[in-house]
């Protein structure tokens, strides 16, 4: 957040003097003036989420007195509450529901809001294997591999295997063998949701894919 204040408008340095004018052999009454310095000030504003430390610089050669500082501001007006909701008949009816909700200052637009409920709907709509593996000092894999990845997994009993999108990774280094490098990797079940994917000939075609959920 930036914020600054003008000089003479909102802060104002000087000194007081105090004046005795005669008139005519009269002595009128003793009038204080204030003497503006501010043309050689300067004001730097540290704005924080709920406080601000202001501070003036007297640029004079001369001790003067901050005779006034204004900080003005505009007060945070509440968002409007956006909501989307969805649901699968069809995997209510095969697993049962559940629940979900979301609370997040991100979504602001109810198309978002709806998109996102949707998304999830078509995520969780199957039941997801809690699926993960590790590598043990298998080089280069255990450096070369990257959030997103796509890898194939095979089950040693039934040789069956299917496309897994690495989602978490773990690396684990023990010295007291030897190096041991061992990297956790967590999987989800691979569908291609028509995202974006840059550098690519096909998936990275713009107007075609999707940035994000």
Known sequence: MSVSATKSTDYQIGYYTTVVSVTAGRTLPATTLLVDKTALASATIDAGATSAVCSVFNGNDIPVYLVRFNLKGYPAQRASVV??????????LLYGRRDKTVQTDLMFLTTYAQAYAEWLVYERMRPLADV???LKNVWPDVLARELGDIVHLVESNAAVGSRYAVTGLTHTVNLARGLE??????LAHWRDQQYLVLNDSTLGVLDSRRLSF
């Open 83 to 92: 909501a989307g909701e969805a649901q699968s008949t069809s995997s209510q």
């Open 181 to 186: 490098h061992e990297l956790e990797h967590r």
């Open 132 to 134: 993960s593996f590790s």
